[in-house]
């Protein structure tokens, strides 16, 4: 990961979850992120296909120029990028997947910042992933962000990976299953794959197979 907040994140979240898939909602105990509130978020599953912010920290909120808890999470994306978002969040969900997305944010006079999004899965009451904690981060700041709003987010590039099933990972880091890493415990018949999604394509990388490629153009 390329932001100091969301290594932070996935630290904690890794700690907390131990060799579980995802740790539970109530587990998360903001005082232990403080530091990083203000660029994280919570979002909890509505059915059909509705991602509603729980919890959006004030620099998100500023970057968007309106307060975000209540509001789905879907909206203000790109009409093909809103349906690609929904299948890897669906993926966060059903398999334990974590998702790190660079984005374009696109303000209304053409300015363009990227963003670095960092989506974990969470168990709520039942033992399904229905909460979802993240971060999402400027990479490169502009000196107009928090003063002229973000409209629309663009998806640059995508990776959905599968933590190891155990809590001993030496960094706060992604690490792809393909390197050795056991199969996400939630679906254990699936082969590990590894998502990397650039410039309008999208790679599916199985362990000890060749990768597989689908065009998303628009």
Known sequence: MRTTTNATLYGYWNSVRGSRVAPRRFEIEPSRIADVLCETLILEFQEPSSFIYRLAG??????????MRGSNFLEGWQDTDRFALQRHLTSVRKLG???RLHVDGISANGGVA????????LLHNCETIDRFLGGMVAIAPQPWLGEVPIEEFRIVETELTYPADG????????QSTRHGGAQPPVLPSVRTARIVRQDRRQFRVYEGGLSEGHDKSS
Do not use: K, M
């Open 167 to 174: 809590s001993e990972l030496p960094e706060p880091v992604l």
């Open 58 to 67: 004030t620099r998100i909120c500023e970057t968007t120029g309106r307060e």
């Open 97 to 99: 997947a974590i998702a």
């Open 114 to 121: 990227r963003f670095e999004l960092l989506i974990l899965p």
